[in-house]
């Protein structure tokens, strides 16, 4: 089964940067797809960002476009969210997960790493 662990969470002030990293295994790049989503407390899972890894088309939410990248290492069999510009409202569980093709519903994702926490606070 492909498994996924995230890591690169923490503490961060508004308009500070983190990038978090999504290790993979049990994955092909050519056939997959990976996608970042985050969860507040008391609010449903969204999806954020998106990669068709076979040809490296990409997604975002309108929430975070044009301040959240992802990208890919081959080599390493990672993922990568590099979050710029953060606010209050981006607080919550980061975590990455697996599907056959980019989508925003949760439920078409069948592999999901633990989550990292992302709290951005003055």
């Known amino acids: 089964q492909v498994q996924l662990v995230e890591s690169g969470g923490g503490l961060v002030q508004p308009g500070g940067s983190l990038q978090l990293t999504c290790e993979m295994s049990?994955?092909?790049?050519?056939?997959?797809?990976i996608g970042w989503f985050r969860q507040a407390p008391g609010k449903e899972r969204e999806g954020i960002s998106c990669?068709?890894?076979?040809?490296?088309?990409?997604y975002y939410a309108d929430s975070v476009k044009g301040r959240f990248t992802i990208s890919r290492d081959n080599a390493k069999n990672t993922m990568y969210l590099q979050m710029n510009n953060l606010k209050l409202e981006d607080t919550a569980i980061y975590y990455c997960?697996?599907?056959?093709?980019?989508?925003?519903?949760?439920?078409?994702?069948?592999?999901w790493g633990q989550g990292t926490q992302v709290t951005v606070s003055s």
């Open positions: 997960a697996s599907a056959l093709v980019c989508s925003w519903d949760p439920s078409d994702f069948g592999s």
């Open positions: 990669m068709n890894v076979a040809n490296g088309s990409t």
């Open positions: 049990g994955f092909t790049l050519t056939y997959y797809a």
